[in-house]
């Protein structure tokens, strides 16, 4: 559960907390710029990155699931395994801090874009707020998270998840009564910019 970086805690008792969730094989402080302008966008905020439980089985780094072999009939399940540790991770730091789950946002790439979306089909609140850059769900949302708000960043030219499952997706939760909007970005893969970064700060601040 102590596997996080702190980005930023304020001198005053935290009043928002933001977990950052990396992508697979990749590690916590690869999120540290995108950190730094959330803690920016909100001073008021413990801003934490996040680090997955398992080492990696595609290079180095970590993941929360394995990605080897992953199709649309599995990945369901392999997200449902892992989801789990990932509310329970959420629940430690909600109860570090004193916050609950209207106080706190997730903010993930790639896999852990895909973490914190299905996390919002759990049958209670873990966020008020999620962020999801270059993400899509394990599968088609089921339900409106109804205390939370979604935003879905992606770039245009990701070739690793398809731009259009973020669009889709925004479209099938708004069908189904929750708040949520995906913003497509010119000219970029499957990464983070400073465009994305300015996107996520405004979000921040809404």
């Not at 959420?90 to 852990?112: E, K, V, Y």
Request: net charge negative.
């Amino acid at each position: 559960m102590n596997n996080a970086v702190i980005a930023h805690q304020p001198e005053s008792p935290a009043r928002h907390l933001a977990l950052l969730f990396h992508g697979v094989g990749a590690t916590p402080e690869g999120m540290l710029p995108l950190a730094r302008v959330v803690a920016q966008a909100r001073p008021d905020a413990l801003v934490l990155c996040v680090r997955s439980p398992d080492p990696s089985d595609f290079g180095g780094g970590w993941q929360w699931f394995s990605v080897r072999g992953i199709d649309e009939e599995n990945r369901p399940g392999r997200v449902a395994g892992a989801m789990p540790r990932f509310v329970k991770t959420i629940r430690h730091w909600q109860a570090q801090t004193g916050l609950d789950a209207s106080s706190t946002s997730l903010i993930g790439f790639s896999q852990g874009s895909i973490m914190s979306l299905e996390a919002t089909q759990s049958p209670e609140a873990l966020a008020g707020r999620v962020i999801a850059v270059a993400g899509r769900f394990a599968a088609p949302p089921r339900l409106a998270p109804p205390d939370t708000v979604v935003h879905l960043i992606h770039g245009r030219d990701d070739a690793v998840i398809d731009p259009a499952c973020s669009v889709s997706a925004a479209e099938q939760l708004r069908a189904l009564g929750a708040s949520a909007d995906a913003v497509l970005i010119p000219a970029l893969g499957h990464a983070i910019d400073a465009r994305v970064c300015e996107l996520v700060a405004e979000r921040m601040r809404d």
